[in-house]
C-alpha cells in the first residue's frame, strides 16, 4: 500500500511540474488586461466581457483592496471620504478613469489618482460594476 501513496504522489508532482509554467507559450507578457484602454463613456460591463473569464477580475476583490478604507464596507463614506451611492456604473467608471489620467476632479484628487495608479481597466470596469448602481 505504501508503493501505492509513492506512486500516486510522483504522479501528481510530474502532473503539477508540466502544468505549472503559466507564462504566455510565445515568451510574451499576457496583456489581456491592458490591450485596449476604456473609452470613456463605454460600459464596464462590455470590456470585461471582452476578455476569457479566467482574466476577468472581480469587482468585490479590487473594492476590498483599493477602496473600503476610505468609502466603507457600503460605500456610504465617512469623514472627508464621499459616498459612492448614487454613481451610476458608468459614471463611476468615467471618474476612475478621469483620475487615472491625472484630471482634477476635486479636493481628494491626489488620493484618487494614487489609489487608481496601479488599476487595469479591466479592474476599473470590474469595481464600477461592483460599487456602481
Do not use: W
Not at 501505492?4 to 507564462?23: K, N, P, R
Amino acid at each position: 500500500m505504501k508503493s501505492f501513496h509513492i506512486a500516486t504522489s510522483l504522479f501528481l508532482l510530474a502532473t503539477l511540474a508540466a502544468c505549472g509554467d503559466s507564462g504566455a507559450p510565445d515568451g510574451k507578457a499576457d496583456t489581456a488586461l491592458t490591450e485596449s484602454p476604456a473609452q470613456p463613456g463605454s460600459n464596464p460591463a462590455d470590456i470585461l466581457a471582452a476578455l476569457p473569464p479566467e482574466d476577468q477580475p472581480y469587482g468585490l476583490d479590487v473594492y476590498t483592496a483599493k477602496c473600503v478604507q476610505c468609502h466603507g464596507n457600503l460605500g456610504l463614506g465617512s469623514d472627508n471620504n464621499p459616498a459612492l451611492t448614487g454613481l451610476t456604473r458608468s459614471a463611476m467608471q468615467q471618474k476612475l478613469l478621469a483620475y487615472r489620467a491625472g484630471q482634477t476632479l476635486g479636493p481628494q484628487t491626489a488620493v484618487m489618482a494614487k489609489a487608481v495608479a496601479g488599476l487595469s481597466d479591466a479592474e476599473i470596469a470590474a469595481v464600477s460594476i461592483y460599487a456602481g448602481e
